[in-house]
């Protein structure tokens, strides 16, 4: 019993350590982006992505990071040819349809609502960043 019970804080100690050095590497790279969401570069974006995520649901940030939401989301920006600020809007959206629903918490379904419904989170994105400056451009 002893020695299972040594093992057993062995293993915990290990797992908190390693928790703790995903926070910080976590942490970091949401320092070192850029604040001007134009900039940002995939991996900023889910960074971003991430953090609107762990203020809605109890989810650790660094399983998006470890997921193949990388993947899927620049799959998705060379199909639509997005940038970080058409993202963040985008993400604005996603977040204000998704957040009254609090029984989800697994972070792959959450990623993939997103990039099932990428299309038109930007086509109404773009509907709505129509302004009269951009209307009188478009008429000269």
Request: net charge positive.
């Amino acid at each position: 019993d002893d020695l299972d019970e040594a093992r057993r804080r062995r293993d915990k100690a290990k797992f908190d350590e390693k928790q703790e050095q995903k926070s910080r590497q976590y942490e970091a790279g949401l320092a070192k982006r850029s604040l001007d969401p134009a900039k940002w570069s995939v991996q900023d974006s889910v960074y971003e992505f991430a953090n609107r995520m762990l203020s809605l649901w109890h989810v650790l940030p660094w399983h998006i990071g470890s997921s193949r939401f990388k993947i899927a989301l620049a799959n998705a920006r060379s199909t639509y040819g997005t940038t970080g600020y058409e993202e963040s809007l985008m993400f604005d959206l996603f977040f204000k349809q998704v957040s009254h629903n609090k029984n989800i918490n697994d972070p792959e379904i959450i990623w993939k609502m997103f990039i099932k419904q990428f299309g038109s989170l930007l086509a109404s994105v773009k509907q709505s960043d129509v302004t009269d400056d951009k209307v009188e451009k478009a008429v000269k």
